[in-house]
């Protein structure tokens, strides 16, 4: 349990450097793909709801506290969400399919963008205009579901690598 | 089904911890809480890790940035050329314009302005966050930065420091749409405020809306709001000027000089002295004289005292007559 956290909390990190540091040299129209959303995303589609709810709330302080004008706990919740979502969808989706996790990546890259964009709007000192919601998630959705196969396919085989115990498998 | 509950708790603390967690940053707002701590912390073990990978990624993303600039290229070469037309033009009236500058320095014997006094430092990331546009520079308070002070770059203003830990600061870049900063004109002095829209242009609500603005006038920072940027860094160019849709708003855009895209060195304004107003010339000298004058003193017992005065003098120049009446009557009697 202990290396699987470890280990996780290292993709957090990598995932939080790449998206800051190597994503603002490469991104396209002013918009790169949110990476710790994509974690959360394949955590919660292969572990369930309640790691899900673990790794979300993790990306989202992290998210937070490299943020510097929306107050913290806004991704939190943003996240949080997210995770819990998926890992409770888990179940109805089919297993093997591949066309899931790729829209399950761009609705949740549309929906968690313009989810955090319209409480910070709300909570915050940030004045997000609608033209700028819906360009923005729009960007996130595309660039999430573009990276998703590289990025889930990670996820999944550090899952496969550091399994959780059977005593808290999932639901 | 006991997981399924277990998932049901947790979601519920979660969120009740995110609430609770928004709440505190909310209610120690000005940057001195203590989440505002812990994100300095996060700022400074992070910034070498991500000072890391810019050094090594940069090449890679001017490469990308070159590839997507070949579209622009022709776009970019024409309006380069109508510009160094003008410039050049520009050049010729702006020699007299110096020399016609300096002399009436000389006669106004006003001080040059003060250089200012700059820390470099180089971007290592973007902020995380994808409605907020920001950067980490790889300097500090170890360097003398503070909160608030102004970065530039060659071209112009790229923003200020709104987080400042011992290693590395965060900025709020211009094009931020919390961004503001009081601009004027540089050739007409039309002052207002710049304001960021979340990329380019930036907005200029320009204070008199009946103001004669032109495309590819510049604007500059203007020190009337505050100070709180120092006077004459550039801004950009106005892109487009809209009519009045209102008597009090106008639209016009801005095209800044900074390229966002491509921030690696900037500037931060340690120093941007103002300078003292110089004392009069020659005001040891000046002579004042303050009347004594006991203070509180009562209007009626000054008129009675006046006119008291006034009673004695008249009762003496009456003596003074009779004397010389006196005097001067034998003299009239042979």
């Known amino acids: ?3 699987r956290t470890a280990a996780t909390g290292l993709l957090l990190v990598t995932a939080v450097v790449i ?3 190597l994503f603002p040299a490469l991104g396209l129209g002013g918009f790169r793909p949110n990476l710790l959303l994509l974690v959360v995303l394949g ?6 709801a309640l790691p899900g709810l673990r790794v979300g709330f993790a990306a989202g302080l992290l998210t937070d506290l490299l943020t510097t004008q929306a107050p913290v706990g806004l991704a939190v919740l943003v996240l949080t969400g997210i995770g819990y979502t998926v890992g409770v969808a888990r179940p109805y989706l089919a297993p093997g399919s591949v066309t899931a996790p790729l829209l399950l990546a761009f609705v949740s ?3 968690g963008t313009a989810g955090y964009g319209v409480l910070s709007a709300l909570l915050g000192e940030s004045r997000v205009t609608f033209q700028l919601l819906v360009q923005a998630s729009l960007g996130v959705a595309v660039f999430n579901t573009l990276l998703a196969p590289v990025v889930l396919g990670l996820v999944r085989r550090l899952s496969d690598r550091f399994p959780i115990e059977s005593s808290t498998a999932l639901s | 089904m006991y997981q399924r509950r277990k998932a049901r708790v947790l979601l519920v603390v979660l969120i009740i911890t995110a609430l ?3 709440t505190v940053d909310f209610r120690s707002g000005g940057g001195d809480g203590p989440l505002d701590r812990l994100r300095g912390a996060v700022t400074a073990v992070a910034r070498p890790i991500q000072d890391g990978i810019a050094t090594l990624v940069r090449p890679l993303g001017d490469a990308v940035g070159g590839v997507t600039d070949i579209f622009s290229v022709r776009a970019d070469n024409e309006r380069l050329r109508v510009r160094l037309e003008t410039l050049e033009q520009r050049t010729r009236s702006a020699l007299d314009l ?19 006094v700059t820390v470099g430092a180089r971007t290592v990331a973007l902020g995380a966050s994808d409605f907020e546009w920001t950067i980490t520079i790889d300097a500090g308070t170890d360097a003398g930065i503070e909160r608030g002070m102004p970065v530039i770059n060659g071209d112009g203003l790229v923003g200020r420091v709104v987080q400042a830990t011992p290693n590395a600061s965060r900025v709020l ?3 931020d749409p919390t961004f503001f900063a009081a601009v004027r004109t540089s050739t007409t002095g039309e002052t207002g405020t710049i304001q960021g829209r979340g990329g380019e242009p930036l907005v200029f609500a320009v204070t008199d809306p009946a103001a004669e603005l032109e495309v590819g006038q510049e604007l500059v920072t203007s020190a009337y709001s505050n100070g709180q940027y120092p006077e004459g860094i550039p801004i950009g160019t106005i892109a487009d000027v809209g009519e009045s849709t209102t008597a009090l708003t106008r639209d016009v855009t801005v ?3 900074v390229d966002f895209t491509r921030l690696h060195e900037v500037l931060v304004i340690i120093d941007a002295p103002i300078q003292p107003l110089p004392p009069f010339r020659d005001s040891d000298d000046l002579d004042v004289r303050v009347p004594d004058v006991e203070p509180f003193v009562d209007i009626d017992d000054l008129q009675r005292q006046v006119e008291e005065e006034a009673e004695a003098e008249r009762e003496a120049d009456e003596e003074t007559d009779a004397e010389v009446e006196g005097e001067g009557s034998p003299e009239d009697d042979p």
Request: aromatic fraction near 2%; charged fraction near 30%; charge should be negative.
């Open chain 1, 1 to 3: 349990m202990i290396v």
């Open chain 1, 19 to 21: 998206q800051t540091a």
């Open chain 1, 43 to 48: 955590v919660a589609l292969r572990d369930g």
């Open chain 1, 109 to 111: 890259g549309l929906l």
């Open chain 2, 20 to 22: 609770v967690l928004i």
């Open chain 2, 98 to 116: 110096e020399r016609e500058n300096s002399e009436l320095r000389q006669l106004l014997e006003i001080r040059d302005r003060a250089e200012l």
């Open chain 2, 173 to 175: 870049l211009t094009i």
């Open chain 2, 255 to 257: 095209r800044p000089f």
